[in-house]
């Protein structure tokens, strides 16, 4: 198979080398290990940010709190059009001066909220800044997909491990600042992150330009694997003919994914698989404050928890988790295991502090092993039910599935899963399991007909089946 992708053909060793080993040598190479430590940089200042932003506009701009929910709430839909703004982009222009501008426009911005003092001059600040962070996270996935080829599950994995490290580091040194509490203090922090992206710029810019494969029959030959467990199609069907029925299906889809109906169901039914970020960061720690005897100084233990976890575990969960079949069994594994962490926070309420706080940390554990799976399903769907040919636009458009879940689902929580009590938890843990199911069934229906040949496509849905 030949490839354009640079980098994209290195393989770490077999026989499971350790996390450190993978990140000095990660699937791309060279390119792949800078922008590893180029995303770990940003995350450290995105910790600074989430740390000190809040109490930042508190004490330095002096924001009501309606101000400061109004002027977050509206960067968080800022943030919704820079995933496929960036996507749009990538399809057009190169991806590595994108991501430096992205990089070099949030420097901007955070250099001006230094500098504007009131409400109507930091709303365009930061919604602004919102916007850039989303689009370049859409051209951070975008990289992996072009330097990891085949083994972006694993480059994912990596990514996200540096990218919690680099977030704990961040919300320490904020910890530092916040002790300090001065309003240069403060200002220290915002800079720090501003800083932060001059170093990531750079280091993007010491990698080199990535162009997607032109054809990846890899693609297609791991559409075969899942409709059996043979290198041959129903009906005895070659690898080779599958591989062309593929690119030809691919030719004959919808170029744009706005008038993909079934990409879009997809993006549409990942926005409640993106839950497990506000029941983390918002459900978590308001449910425990407000409904349960446990100890209010338990709240941090929750981050500690997803953090060490996401780092430890997620290259393990990644390598059980590659591949069309295994990817839509994780989607099973979500649903289920958020059911289980909101049947947990519903029950909190009947226990005695001691067990309350047992129970929540439990509920953190689970919430974070369902972000595990997130992270693998949804990222890999993403790439694998998107034409090659149009993969950067269409990742845009399945990166506004977590955009709009930041947007929406801390209002979903508090404003009507918390105000039910205890039953609404467990009805947002039913829903959630069950639209895992439906997500499930339309991935696997979409891969059935990615796997039929051509002439077969029609009644391939009754035939194949995902094993």
């Known amino acids: 198979m030949r490839r354009t992708v640079r980098g994209g053909g290195a393989r770490a060793p077999r026989g499971g080398p350790g996390l450190l080993t993978q990140l000095r040598n990660p699937p791309g190479g060279r390119d792949a290990r800078i922008m590893l430590l180029a995303l770990s940089v940003d995350r450290t200042g995105s910790g600074l940010w989430a740390a000190s932003s809040v109490l930042y506009l508190t004490f330095v701009t002096h924001l009501s709190a309606q101000q400061i929910g109004v002027l977050l709430g509206a960067a968080g839909v800022a943030g919704i059009a820079g995933s496929p703004l960036a996507g749009r982009l990538a399809g057009r222009l190169p991806l590595r001066p994108l991501l430096i501008g992205c990089h070099l426009l949030?420097?901007?911005?955070?250099?001006?909220?230094?500098?504007?003092?009131?409400?109507?001059?930091?709303?365009?600040?930061?919604?602004?800044?919102?916007?850039?962070?989303?689009?370049?996270?859409?051209?951070?996935?975008?990289?992996?997909?072009?330097?990891?080829?085949?083994?972006?599950?694993?480059?994912?994995?990596?990514?996200?491990?540096?990218?919690?490290?680099?977030?704990?580091?961040?919300?320490?040194?904020?910890?530092?600042?916040?002790?300090?509490?001065?309003?240069?203090?403060?200002?220290?922090?915002?800079?720090?992150?501003?800083?932060?992206?001059?170093?990531?710029?750079?280091?993007?810019?010491?990698?080199?330009?990535?162009?997607?494969?032109?054809?990846?029959?890899?693609?297609?030959?791991?559409?075969?694997?899942?409709?059996?467990?043979?290198?041959?199609?129903?009906?005895?069907?070659?690898?080779?003919?599958?591989?062309?029925?593929?690119?030809?299906?691919?030719?004959?889809?919808?170029?744009?994914?706005?008038?993909?109906?079934?990409?879009?169901?997809?993006?549409?039914?990942?926005?409640?698989?993106?839950?497990?970020?506000?029941?983390?960061?918002?459900?978590?720690?308001?449910?425990?404050?407000?409904?349960?005897?446990?100890?209010?100084?338990?709240?941090?233990?929750?981050?500690?928890?997803?953090?060490?976890?996401?780092?430890?575990?997620?290259?393990?969960?990644?390598?059980?988790?590659?591949?069309?079949?295994?990817?839509?069994?994780?989607?099973?594994?979500?649903?289920?295991?958020?059911?289980?962490?909101?049947?947990?926070?519903?029950?909190?309420?009947?226990?005695?502090t001691w067990t309350a706080a047992a129970v929540l940390l439990a509920a953190a554990v689970l919430v974070t092993l369902a972000e595990l799976m997130r992270s693998v399903s949804s990222w890999e769907l993403a790439v694998l039910l998107a034409p090659p040919d149009a993969r950067a636009a269409y990742l845009g458009v399945a990166g506004m599935s977590q955009s709009i879940q930041k947007s929406a689902g801390p209002p979903l929580l508090t404003g009507v899963v918390m105000a039910a009590g205890p039953a609404g938890w467990l009805v947002l843990g039913t829903v959630v399991a069950g639209l895992a199911v439906v997500q499930r069934g339309a991935c696997a229906q979409r891969f059935r007909t990615l796997a039929a040949p051509a002439p077969d496509r029609a009644r391939s849905a009754e035939q194949v089946r995902l094993e």
């Open 106 to 352: 949030r420097l901007v911005t955070l250099t001006l909220v230094l500098l504007c003092s009131g409400f109507e001059a930091l709303l365009p600040v930061v919604a602004v800044t919102y916007l850039g962070d989303r689009a370049a996270k859409t051209l951070e996935m975008l990289f992996a997909t072009r330097a990891a080829g085949e083994r972006r599950a694993a480059y994912q994995a990596l990514s996200r491990s540096a990218a919690n490290a680099g977030y704990g580091v961040g919300a320490g040194i904020a910890a530092i600042g916040l002790a300090v509490g001065t309003t240069d203090a403060y200002r220290a922090l915002i800079l720090g992150n501003a800083l932060s992206f001059v170093v990531a710029a750079v280091l993007v810019w010491r990698t080199g330009e990535l162009r997607e494969a032109t054809v990846q029959v890899a693609r297609a030959t791991a559409v075969a694997g899942t409709a059996s467990p043979q290198a041959t199609h129903p009906g005895g069907t070659s690898p080779q003919t599958a591989s062309k029925a593929a690119v030809e299906r691919d030719s004959a889809r919808p170029q744009s994914p706005w008038r993909d109906r079934g990409y879009l169901r997809f993006v549409l039914l990942d926005i409640p698989m993106n839950l497990d970020d506000s029941v983390l960061g918002v459900g978590l720690p308001l449910w425990l404050v407000n409904r349960t005897s446990a100890p209010h100084a338990l709240v941090p233990a929750f981050l500690v928890i997803n953090t060490v976890l996401v780092v430890v575990l997620q290259l393990a969960v990644s390598k059980r988790a590659e591949g069309p079949h295994r990817t839509v069994r994780a989607l099973l594994l979500y649903g289920g295991l958020m059911f289980a962490c909101c049947a947990l926070l519903a029950g909190a309420t009947r226990c005695g």
